[in-house]
């Protein structure tokens, strides 16, 4: 089964052409964050301008790579939440007029099962059930995948996700959007020692993280030495920040892990391209004998091939729209309502 899949919820218009879940044949992506890394971050209304303007013709471009007429097209899938909204309505759209004029299926799409999605593609024997830890810009959660339409949430972010917390010291050093490539290149080079940093003390569901006492704690920290005329060990501000969110994160993910059982764990979304936290994903897995999946930075970030993944499995269950179908800007990764 071949799927158009489509994905505009935030900056990048992205179009892919995938079979049977699993086979990529195109994935192009026409990407604005020059754009709006002149505005420090993601205008809205920009980005929906800049969305239409540029998916008909990534749509033809698709095709014409993957060598697939219109004919050949079993069906439309689009994220259709979460996301900025007037983004999102452009790809929506976009995607019914396509799968009307086809007269294929209409496959709506959960952005955040397609960032778990990712992973299906980079490892073709991969199946649920397993656990994965979902880094994305907006979303901190420990999703427990119990196949690929079910999911419960073991645990997520009582604030900011740890992306949103990347993004905005970078910001406040005056790193260039998105902020998280520029902090995991300059932890390398720095004393993650260095500056001590808050870890919070939370009572309730022991899964869940909290990343915005450690931004508001980074910031100030910034802001003090601008102030007072100290000079900031920038690459070392950037390794003892880097080390603060892994220590939040990689000891819960393996709390989860043990409790669920399972011998398997993935990680998903932009934020999983940081190198640290993926090498001590890597040897915190070891020590247990667990399996890691990490999807190649290629398919951290966004795309349309992770959406057209997961449109698969979304298909075989059933989980088709029709014409009223409507975007959404939130939306739980464990319920989904269409309209
Ligand atoms: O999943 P994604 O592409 O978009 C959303 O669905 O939100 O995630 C984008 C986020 C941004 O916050 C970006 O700074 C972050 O992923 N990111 C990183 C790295 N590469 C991208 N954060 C830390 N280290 C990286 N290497
Ligand atoms: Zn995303």
Excluded at 105 to 132: K, M, Q, S, T, W
Aim: proline share 6%; aromatic share 6%; net charge negative.
């Amino acid at each position: 089964m071949k799927i158009l899949a489509i994905e505009s919820s935030c900056d990048e218009t992205a179009v892919a052409v995938v079979e049977n879940g699993r086979t990529v044949h195109c994935d192009c992506i026409a990407s604005q964050v020059a754009l709006h890394r002149l505005y420090g971050g993601v205008v809205p209304e920009i980005a929906s301008r800049k969305h239409m303007e540029a998916i008909y013709a990534l749509a033809d471009e698709a095709l014409a790579k993957a060598k697939i007429t219109r004919k050949e097209i079993d069906a439309v899938a689009v994220t259709y939440a979460p996301g900025l909204i007037g983004a999102l309505l452009v790809g929506v759209n976009f995607a019914k007029g396509a799968a009307l004029s086809l007269g294929v299926p209409l496959i709506p799409v959960h952005h955040i099962r397609g960032h778990i999605a990712a992973n299906y593609i980079a490892y073709p024997d991969l199946e649920p059930p397993f656990l994965c830890l979902v880094l994305s810009g907006g979303h901190t959660l420990l999703a427990d995948v119990r196949s690929y339409t079910d999911f419960a949430i073991l645990g997520t972010t009582r604030d900011d996700a740890a992306g949103e917390c990347f993004d905005k010291v970078a910001r406040v050093l005056g790193m260039p959007y998105p902020g998280g490539p520029a902090m995991d290149k300059n932890a390398s080079g720095g004393d993650p020692d260095r500056y001590i940093l808050p870890q919070p003390h939370m009572t309730g569901n022991p899964l869940d993280v909290s990343f915005s006492g450690l931004k508001t704690a980074s910031i100030n920290l910034i802001h003090n030495a601008e102030q007072k005329g100290e000079t900031l060990d920038v690459p070392s501000l950037c390794a003892s920040f880097t080390k603060a969110v892994t220590q939040m994160l990689v000891p819960r993910t393996m709390q989860a892990l043990a409790q669920t059982g399972y011998q398997k764990l993935a990680v998903a979304g932009g934020v999983a391209a940081n190198s640290h936290i993926r090498a001590e994903l890597e040897a915190e897995c070891q020590k247990v004998g667990a399996a890691l999946y990490l999807p190649p930075l290629s398919l951290c970030g966004d795309n349309a091939a992770m959406i057209g993944a997961q449109a698969y499995y979304e298909y075989l269950a059933g989980n088709v729209a029709d014409q009223t179908l409507n975007a959404c800007a939130t939306m739980p990764i464990d319920t989904l309502t269409y309209d």
